[in-house]
Nanobody, 127 residues
Framework: QVQFVESGGGLVQAGGSLRLSCAASGLALDDYAIGWFRQAPGKAREGVSCLSASDGSTDYGDSVKGRFTMSRDKAKGTVYLQMDSLKPEDTAVYYC????????????????????WGQGTQVTVSA
């Protein structure tokens, strides 16, 4: 049974940092591209970052580029999202999921290609 469990969210002041973790079980990080997404109240879920299974390369949404860094530890079966210089507009529930159709990030986030969504972790950035 495949399961993703996100953790590491919390309350932080603007300009601060958080590191989110996504622990995967029942699935090898070598097999699928992994994405981080977020959803703020009343807004659609949006792609934040993606990490390719093939070579570990990463892709980021324009709103987080230069501030967020995605990485993985294959031995631990965990992907991370280091979030620096946080802004109030980063406030959202953050989710990770696997792209079951690709091993390489496609240069965008097509929601229906992703599955095995975790329960999410809340990130709140105060002004």
């Amino acid at each position: 049974q495949v399961q993703f469990v996100e953790s590491g969210g919390g309350l932080v002041q603007a300009g601060g940092s958080l590191r989110l973790s996504c622990a995967a079980s029942g699935l090898a990080l070598d097999d699928y591209a992994i994405g981080w997404f977020r959803q703020a109240p009343g807004k659609a879920r949006e792609g934040v970052s993606c990490l390719s299974a093939s070579d570990g390369s990463t892709d980021y949404g324009d709103s987080v580029k230069g501030r967020f860094t995605m990485s993985r530890d294959k031995a631990k079966g965990t992907v991370y999202l280091q979030m620096d210089s946080l802004k109030p507009e980063d406030t959202a529930v953050y989710y990770c999921a696997a792209n079951l159709m690709r091993r390489r990030c496609p240069g965008g986030w097509i929601l229906h290609e992703y599955d095995y969504w975790g329960q999410g972790t809340q990130v709140t950035v105060s002004a």
